[in-house]
């Protein structure tokens, strides 16, 4: 009697073991097909027809389409395009800095642009805004360019407390991080009205990329199709695919675009296209 209560337990364990593993199978293929479908969504609209609108080399004369929030930044133009450095200081506002377009972009979108991590540093971020404005009011004018003076000192705050905008962190780490591992993606609305950064994430986050390691180039696509922003990343030895939806949130309409680096950050960029749909 004993011995087959032992089978029937034996029998139980493994066919619950076969249950789980068949979940997680199914979890697996699910995840994998969600991932097959937005990459080939992707695709297609990365294949419509698309006008360049903005376009900058970045191998002379930044001023040319650019302006800058920050007096400690450092840029130099090469042939291998420009290098971009905020201010040296750790957990000093002053040395945030952030390249704008000084021309404005109108619903959807197709960025493209070469970038490299050029410091070791494995804390702080890199943003790009996509489609800036200001909160409203004499002080923040829905055109940014009207108040940068306020920016000088480009603290974080300024930012996320007076501007609409998406903002997507890449080759980024927490502030207290050691580790050049735990890397991440992620994406915001930035919504003034909240008065702090809490639920302005778009689902999900990505962490532990494996991209982004320093002097390695890497080819950046972006594509803001209504509330949807498609982000992918190449190169030479592998590409990936990270997806945001704002369906909960106001849409982003129009508005600048801009390159923030937190401090101590540099990195390298070249072959700066801003694209928009083809008219019909």
């Not at 803001?224 to 030895?237: A, G, P, T, V, Y």
């Amino acid at each position: 009697m004993e011995k087959r209560t032992i089978s029937a337990m034996v029998i139980k364990s493994f066919w619950r073991k076969v249950l789980v593993l068949s979940i997680m199978f199914a979890t697996l293929s699910i995840v994998q097909a969600q991932e097959d479908s937005l990459l080939l969504r992707f695709e297609a609209l990365l294949n419509k027809d698309w006008q360049e609108y903005f376009s900058d080399p970045f191998t002379a004369d930044w001023t040319k389409n650019w302006f800058l929030d920050g007096e400690q930044a450092s840029i130099t133009h090469s042939a291998k395009g420009v290098d971009f450095w905020a201010g040296p200081n750790a957990l000093d506002d002053a040395s945030h800095a952030v390249l704008w377009t000084k021309k404005s972009f109108t619903g959807d979108l197709l960025i493209e642009y070469e970038f490299t991590r050029l410091d070791k540093t494995l804390r702080f971020v890199n943003i790009i805004y996509i489609q800036a404005t200001g909160s409203g009011g004499e002080t923040f004018d829905h055109d940014i360019i009207k108040w940068s003076d306020y920016r000088n000192v480009p603290t974080m705050s300024k930012y996320f407390l007076n501007m609409h905008t998406y903002h997507i962190s890449y080759a980024a780490f927490g502030t207290q991080n050691n580790d050049p591992d735990e890397d991440y993606v992620r994406a915001r609305r930035y919504m003034p009205s909240y008065s702090q950064l809490r639920n302005t994430d778009l689902k999900t986050d990505y962490f532990q990329t494996g991209f982004f390691r320093t002097d390695v180039p890497h080819k950046i696509t972006i594509i803001k199709k209504d509330e949807e922003l498609f982000f992918h990343i190449s190169n030479d030895e592998k590409q990936q695919l990270f997806y945001w939806k704002n369906n909960q949130l106001p849409p982003i309409l129009e508005g600048r675009i801009g390159l923030r680096h937190m401090y101590t950050r540099g990195s390298r960029y070249s072959q700066f296209r801003i694209s928009v749909p083809t008219a019909e």
